[in-house]
């Protein structure tokens, strides 16, 4: 389904909707020091390998009723570091949903992480964002129809409601967010986050979005706020010194959004 009723520049592609009845979620996390908290909120049982030889990792359990699984794309062999950004993302998700059963197949994926934040918008550090709509920033391909494919602008499956109530329960601001490859933002995207009032940039959600199109799953995502990109500190300073409290704050968030999502 394509919306172009509110957004003239770019075809809005719309995910399916949150089915009736939610009773099995995937937690899609980018780090594991954005998944410890969220586990530990969520009492999950410990990390294993999502399938023999695959550096991804799963942690298990049940929340309101709901089965929950935690992937998060694992630790990359060479570097020893989180593999994250949007291929990474992208290639767990699609394993992780490839190798699920009909019994296992989840009714909503959840990509809970952190990201930046814009002042502008109101929006400060450890703030939550849940996100409306998501789009790449860093596309650029100036072909008919390519651009569209490329900037791949979703609507995410929540209703208006739905995120409304979620907003209220979480003390959150409703709001796009745009996906990149780069922590930092070039003058030409932060021109585009100002004239899109864009709340929030992350590197998976868009990618995420992209193999939930494909899948026809429903997709819904927060985000909590290290740093401030239209502001001049560096990115990677501001997000070192506030991923703590960011991910403290996604954890605290995880128990009241599945409850309010699985009621």
């Known amino acids: 389904m394509v919306d172009t009723s509110n957004h003239a520049t770019h075809s809005v592609v719309t995910l399916v909707p949150l089915p009736p009845r939610v009773r099995d979620i995937m937690i899609c996390v980018a780090m594991e020091s954005e998944a410890s908290p969220i586990a530990c909120a969520l009492g999950l049982g410990e990390p294993r390998a999502l399938r023999s030889m695959h550096p991804a990792r799963v942690r298990e359990g049940h929340v309101a009723g709901a089965r929950i699984r935690l992937v998060t794309a694992g630790l990359d062999a060479a570097t020893h570091v989180d593999r994250v950004g949007p291929i990474y993302a992208a290639t767990t998700l699609?394993?992780?949903?490839?190798?699920?059963?009909?019994?296992?197949?989840?009714?909503?994926?959840?990509?809970?992480?952190?990201?930046?934040?814009?002042?502008a918008q109101h929006i400060g550090i450890g703030d939550l964002v849940v996100a409306r709509h998501t789009m790449v920033h860093d596309a650029r391909v100036a072909l008919p129809g390519f651009d569209a494919l490329s900037r791949a602008h979703t609507r995410l499956s929540l209703s208006t409601d739905m995120l409304a109530s979620l907003a209220a329960r979480l003390d959150a601001t409703i709001g796009d967010v745009s996906t990149g490859s780069s922590l930092d933002a070039s003058v030409e995207e932060l021109k585009q986050f100002a004239s899109a009032g864009t709340m929030a940039k992350d590197m998976e959600l868009a990618a995420l979005a992209m193999v939930a199109r494909d899948e026809d799953v429903a997709l819904a995502s927060v985000k909590a706020i290290t740093d401030l990109v239209d502001q001049p500190e560096l990115a990677s300073v501001s997000f070192l010194r506030n991923l703590q409290r960011a991910c403290d704050r996604l954890g605290a968030c995880a128990g009241p959004m599945i409850e309010v999502i699985a009621r």
């Open 94 to 119: 699609l394993h992780a949903l490839a190798i699920a059963t009909d019994a296992t197949r989840p009714d909503l994926v959840i990509n809970m992480g952190t990201a930046g934040g814009f002042s």
